[in-house]
């Protein structure tokens, strides 16, 4: 649905993205039901800072009520983490991710990005700036400079670097698939040939969390699928589409979809909930293109999440190895999982096939971690305080590892453990599941 | 900046108060945002002492006030004519929950489903339960004297408050409780005074316990009028459901296309969902019967849910009804009033005649166990015929309601939405008996001016008007 640039609309904003978007506008009918879904609202309690509030902000930008280049309007809307909490509380269906992203696009034009952001965007869309900026990052985190500086230097500048060490994996234990042992008894080569699949490595996932694409790799080889490389492949766009950089998003889309066409994947596997919701909208992103809609809309359909894969084949139950002391894990929902790809069973069916652990659930699961992209390194004041209840209410599930399926929220999590001096670890479901594998690979 | 802002700035610091005017677009309108009104600023203090000094800041300045929850309302009551807005939604800490003495003491920014999430661990639960509990607050709740599916068994906000510090506009803070050791129940008159009388700065609430067992059913019907027949046959038959909801197929339609999909039928013309609950001896039988009257009625199927999930769904398709109706229209009406549960089945039809007579269409989903009406009515207001329309159907559907015997408003108040409907129903000393109450609060009239009675029915206010 677009049009509707007719009655109310300000000239200047007349063929603006947000006024094409109006009619998911319209769907507000102002129950308030998104306020308590809304973690900026329940931390900067304004109603402004709220879904509800915000929607109604870009109704005023677009009748004129509010001039584009208004700073402290701008200010609400950057400070929305794009989670789409509220998505899933809206009874009326109310678009708010595409509303959100129409109108920082729309207000791009006004009010240019401030330059850190600009600045990290910029690396994201050049692949070897990107590449050489993480690996600086990974020999910070090897020498131990990183913990260091998470412990030494005052809250706000130490995140960063906290961030960076709760990355730091022990050595992998690579395994041969075909020898793992199950507790059904059941072996790797008896499993049904599930098909050709790709990953979407990504550019934080492949540079920090490189062994949880191994993992991936793995898990998925012991489930059946053949995996696949798609060269040439790179950052998904996500952090420029939410930034209301459309274009560059766009290129980044097509350069991704062409990488995946030439591999001759069946599916397309994410294991980071952001590159997956992004993925899952490139039809959309591309829909007015014609040289690249229809392919695009092909890509869409064959994106899944890793955990929808695992799920799908059991998955196969890794037999318990006697050794290992059982340990008590704690689910945290992406928001790019939950409300963006409504998926939330898999994950939990993926932790539920683990022989060692017992699984407490973590009250308000379902709320942002604060992490939402780069927001953490541009608001890092608000992306605390939207931390700290999610902290909290991991301290008191005494879990000794909290599972999420997403690199900026194993990296929030995990660095607002390490600089509260926690015991517990923030791991993606899929890593807990390899290492289960390792322990159960046959002896030699 | 006026000294006012300054005062209240250095009372809860600058960020929560609000005064320029986009940033008090957000604080214009409650849940029914056909009342608009804007603010002259907003101010949102975070503990007690704030709230307190706040109020008699304001009291000092002699500047009026309205004060505000979440904005869930459904009567335009917390809007603020270019006045001050009183946000209370900082002030949501539990103070205390006593599970012996089966209570709660909050502050009046808590969340209603909040506070039975907190009281699970004890298996006990805040009872009344209206459908915006996942927002709303208690002390909103305590204002409007707030129903919900369940009142009907358990019995509305009123029942449920045991007592309440509050903040009377002067500044003066008071107790209110029931009057249970002898004196007047002050606290009966505060609740539903719809912010006229006070602010609470806390209250202690009656928690409830969880009933051994639930049975949820939903009976399905091919008219509205067999469904509406149904709901009073059961009362009759003396069986005193836990809740009894109406849904017509419009609603049906608007929830089953949102998250809350519950799997209602939508070729039904209405649906019915009740609830029994308490202890399990007997409770099948009531079930049973429940489930008889709704066939004897002309119900095509009755499913009666299986587990706790499935239950949770039906309730959670019933409560988000109202959001949902966004996909019908942009905007919304929806009308309170309550009718003797006998006269349903031809009310319904005379409503959907008017719907029909103004060319509109009205979705009906309401607590039929209590005859408490709640017709939407979804529409374009940018559009002015059909906004005329809707204001005619509107007053035409409450004066049909009034004459069958009926009131007003069940549970979401007058504010300014039903203003126009008070002299029609109470006479002029029934509205002077009103005004006299509310001197005894606020003799200055600076809480929530312009809600609930007339100004015109004061014929006190008219004498010192006159005198000024």
Same mark, same amino acid.
């Given at each position: 649905?677009? !049009?509707? /640039?007719?009655?109310?609309?300000?000239?200047?904003?007349?063929?603006?993205?947000?006024? *094409?978007?109006?009619?998911?506008?319209?769907?507000?009918?102002?129950?308030?039901?998104?306020?308590?879904a809304c973690p900026t609202y329940l931390a900067l309690e304004d109603e402004n800072d709220s879904p509800r509030g915000r +929607?109604?902000?870009?109704? &005023?930008?677009?009748?004129?009520?509010?001039?584009?280049?208004?700073?402290?309007?701008?200010?609400?809307?950057?400070?929305? $983490?794009?989670?789409?909490?509220?998505?899933? @509380?809206?009874?009326?269906?109310?678009?708010?991710?595409?509303?959100?992203?129409? /109108?920082?696009?729309?207000?791009?034009?006004?009010?240019?990005? %401030?330059?850190?952001?600009?600045?990290? $965007?910029?690396?994201?869309?050049?692949?070897?700036?990107?590449?050489?900026? +993480?690996? &600086?990052?990974?020999?910070?985190?090897?020498?131990?400079?990183?913990?260091?500086?998470?412990?030494?230097? %005052?809250? #706000?500048?130490?995140?960063?670097?906290? *961030?960076? &060490?709760?990355?730091?994996?022990?050595?992998?234990?690579?395994?041969?698939?075909?020898?793992?042992?199950?507790?059904?008894?059941?072996?790797s080569h008896a499993m049904p040939d599930r098909g050709r699949a790709a990953l979407l490595t990504g550019c934080v996932m492949e540079s920090l969390f490189t062994e949880t694409n191994r993992a991936t790799e793995r898990t998925l080889s012991v489930n059946g699928w053949r995996m696949c490389a798609a060269d040439e492949q790179g950052c998904c766009g996500a952090l420029h589409a939410h930034a209301g950089d459309r274009e560059t998003a766009r290129s980044l889309a097509r350069r991704n979809i062409a990488a995946f066409a030439a591999? !001759?994947?069946?599916?397309?596997? *994410?294991?980071? &909930?952001?590159?997956?919701? *992004?993925?899952?909208?490139?039809?959309?992103?591309?829909?007015?293109?014609?040289?690249?809609?229809? #392919?695009?809309a092909a890509f869409a359909e064959k994106v899944r999440d890793v955990s929808e894969l695992l799920a799908e084949a059991g998955p196969r139950p890794p037999a318990a190895s006697p050794g290992h002391a059982r340990e008590t894990i704690t689910y945290d929902a992406p928001c790019h999982l939950q409300h963006a790809q409504r998926i939330t069973a898999p994950p939990l069916r993926v932790l539920a096939a683990l022989p060692d652990a017992q699984l407490v659930p973590l009250q308000d699961s379902d709320q942002c971690c604060g992490s939402a992209g780069i927001f953490n390194l541009l608001r890092p004041e608000v992306a605390e305080r939207v931390l700290a209840p999610k902290l909290q209410h991991i301290a008191a599930t005494g879990a000794a590892v909290v599972a999420t399926g997403n690199p900026g929220c194993l990296m929030q999590i995990g660095g607002g453990l390490e600089l509260s001096g926690a015991a517990c670890r923030a791991r993606h479901p899929v890593e807990l599941l390899d290492a289960a594998y390792a322990r159960a690979v046959r002896p030699d | 900046m006026t000294a006012l802002a300054t005062t209240l700035e250095r009372i809860v610091g600058p960020t929560h108060v609000l005064s320029r005017p986009a940033a008090l677009l957000a604080y214009r309108s409650d849940a029914l945002p056909g009342h608009r009104l804007m603010p002259s600023l907003a101010v949102m203090p975070g503990t007690r002492e704030e709230l307190v000094a706040v109020v008699r800041a304001l009291a000092a300045d002699g500047t009026p006030f309205v004060a505000r929850g979440a904005g869930t309302g459904l009567s335009g009551g917390a809007l603020a004519d270019g006045i001050v807005l009183l946000g209370l939604h900082r002030l949501r800490r539990i103070l205390a929950i006593d599970p012996a003495a089966r209570t709660a003491t909050v502050e009046p920014g808590v969340v209603n489903a909040t506070l039975t999430r907190a009281a699970a661990v004890h298996g006990l639960h805040y009872a009344p339960d209206p459908s915006s509990q996942t927002a709303c607050t208690i002390g909103g709740n305590i204002a409007e004297n707030a129903g919900g599916p369940h009142c009907l068994k358990y019995g509305v906000t009123l029942n449920h408050v045991r007592r309440a510090t509050v903040v009377l506009p002067s500044?003066?803070?008071?107790?209110?409780?029931?009057?249970?050791?002898?004196?007047?129940? +002050? +606290?009966?008159?505060?609740?539903?005074?719809?912010?006229?009388?006070?602010?609470?700065?806390?209250a202690t609430v009656q928690l409830t316990p969880d009933p051994q067992q639930v049975i949820t059913l939903l009976a399905d019907f091919l008219r509205v009028r067999d469904a509406a027949t149904a709901t009073s046959r059961i009362i009759a038959a003396g069986i005193v459901p836990a809740a009894l909801e109406l849904m017509d197929q419009a609603t049906i339609e608007a929830v089953e296309s949102s998250v809350y999909a519950a799997g209602y039928p939508r070729d039904a013309a209405a649906v019915l969902l009740a609830e029994v609950d308490g202890p399990s001896i007997g409770l099948a039988d009531d079930a049973r019967a429940i489930e008889q009257l709704c066939r004897e009625a002309g119900a095509r199927g009755v499913r009666? @849910? /299986?587990?706790?999930?499935?239950? @949770?769904?039906?309730?959670?398709g019933r409560k988000k009804a109202f959001g949902a109706m966004g996909r019908v229209a942009p905007h919304l009406v929806v009308q309170d009033a309550v009718v003797p549960r006998t006269a349903l089945a031809d009310l319904l039809e005379e409503i959907q005649a008017i719907g029909a007579a103004h060319r509109l269409r009205v979705c009906n989903v309401f607590h039929a166990g209590d005859g408490n009406l709640h017709p939407n009515i979804p529409y374009d207001a940018d559009d002015p015929d059909e906004s005329a329309r809707v204001h005619r159907a509107m007053g035409e559907i409450m004066a049909r309601c009034i004459a069958a015997g009926g009131t007003i408003t069940g549970e979401h108040g007058v504010g300014l939405d039903k203003l126009a409907y008070m002299e029609s129903l109470f006479t002029a000393e029934t509205l002077d008996a009103m005004c006299a109450l509310r001197a005894v609060f606020d003799p200055e009239r600076r809480a929530n001016p312009g809600k609930v009675v007339p100004v015109r029915s004061c014929r006190e206010w008219h004498a010192t008007a006159a005198a000024r």
């Open positions: 649905m677009s !049009g509707h /640039t007719g009655s109310g609309v300000h000239p200047t904003l007349a063929r603006s993205p947000l006024a *094409m978007a109006r009619a998911g506008l319209d769907r507000c009918v102002h129950c308030g039901f998104c306020l308590p +929607l109604l902000l870009m109704g &005023a930008l677009l009748e004129g009520q509010v001039r584009v280049d208004d700073a402290e309007t701008g200010r609400h809307f950057d400070q929305c $983490l794009g989670c789409r909490g509220c998505e899933s @509380a809206c009874p009326s269906g109310v678009p708010y991710g595409e509303l959100i992203e129409a /109108t920082r696009t729309t207000l791009a034009v006004h009010r240019p990005l %401030p330059v850190v952001a600009r600045a990290i $965007l910029s690396v994201f869309a050049e692949l070897w700036l990107l590449r050489g900026l +993480l690996g &600086a990052a990974r020999l910070v985190r090897g020498s131990g400079l990183a913990r260091l500086a998470a412990r030494l230097l %005052p809250r #706000r500048l130490a995140m960063p670097f906290a *961030m960076l &060490a709760s990355t730091a994996r022990p050595a992998p234990r690579p395994y041969d698939a075909t020898q793992v042992r199950t507790a059904a008894g059941t072996d591999s !001759g994947a069946d599916v397309i596997v *994410m294991n980071s &909930a952001g590159c997956g919701a *992004m993925c899952r909208e490139y039809g959309h992103l591309l829909a007015d293109d014609p040289q690249w809609a229809a #392919r695009a | 500044g003066e803070v008071v107790e209110l409780d029931r009057g249970d050791d002898g004196g007047y129940d +002050l +606290l009966g008159a505060f609740v539903g005074s719809e912010g006229c009388f006070g602010v609470v700065v806390d009666v @849910a /299986t587990d706790a999930g499935e239950r @949770a769904r039906l309730w959670q």
